[in-house]
């Protein structure tokens, strides 16, 4: 196990709906970031948190928003959903730069 | 742009046998490289890492080999048993945390 736990697991929404997802890091890393992954695809970097701060940014678009709280807990939202956002949805935590922990992930259908 | 590529989208090997995965990386800036498993449902599993200042790197079981002249990354898994069989990801990241993960190769045992 490794102490990063997402919810929900799985969900589907509607084209155009919005969507938060969530995750809770193991205590004491600063850092969060989102990945998202397509079928048969490695991970994308979607952003990066480091002390509830944005810390780096991959080719998402702004509907695709984030936030960290002191609580090691962090969220992911994205708005205007599209059929092309479904996806595997992964939070990663790290204490520093080195080995990022990764949840089970949150699939995410968008029909 | 940065990148990392995998060499073959899939590996057969027989039980006992020892495998052999290999991985491209493009940005010479990296100095951490981290192999990691995924199996089927579940979020990337940290395997082994190793940083730029090295050139092997051992586990148990697990050897990961980095040549940086030719920006080379090589994972080695010894006796492959069939709890291996999963997919593998090379991702390469620097000073700010951000993984750069390649497409996977999907890794299979044979009994």
């Known amino acids: 196990e490794t102490g990063v736990t997402q919810s929900p697991t799985h969900l589907i929404k509607t084209r155009g709906q919005q969507v938060t997802l969530r995750c809770s890091s193991q205590?004491?890393?600063?850092?969060v970031s989102w990945y998202q992954q397509a079928l048969g695809q490695g991970p994308q970097f979607i952003f990066q948190?480091?002390?509830?701060?944005?810390?780096g940014r991959g080719n998402f678009p702004p509907r695709f928003s984030g936030l960290q709280f002191p609580n090691y807990s962090s969220e992911l939202n994205v708005n205007a959903l599209e059929l092309d956002d479904s996806a595997l949805y992964l939070c990663?935590?790290?204490?520093?730069?080195?080995?990022?922990?990764f949840g089970q992930g949150t699939r995410l259908t968008v029909v | 742009g940065e990148s990392v590529g995998l060499h073959l989208p899939t590996l057969s090997v027989q039980e006992g046998d020892n495998s052999i995965i290999n991985c491209a990386y493009s940005?010479?800036?990296?100095?951490?490289f981290i192999w990691y498993k995924q199996e089927s449902g579940k979020g990337p599993q940290f395997i082994i890492d190793?940083?730029?200042?090295?050139d092997k790197r051992q586990g148990q079981r697990v050897t990961v080999l980095l040549n940086k002249t030719v920006k080379h990354l090589s994972l080695q898994i010894a006796a492959t048993q069939p709890g291996d069989s999963a997919v593998y990801f090379c991702?390469?990241?620097?000073?700010?945390?951000?993984?750069?993960f390649g497409k996977g190769i999907t890794l299979s045992v044979r009994p």
């Open positions: 948190y480091y002390r509830e701060e944005e810390n």
């Open positions: 990663a935590s790290s204490p520093s730069q080195g080995e990022a922990f």
């Open positions: 190793i940083r730029s200042n090295m």
């Open positions: 991702a390469e990241t620097g000073a700010n945390s951000k993984l750069t």
């Open positions: 205590s004491g890393h600063n850092t």
């Open positions: 940005n010479s800036a990296s100095d951490y």
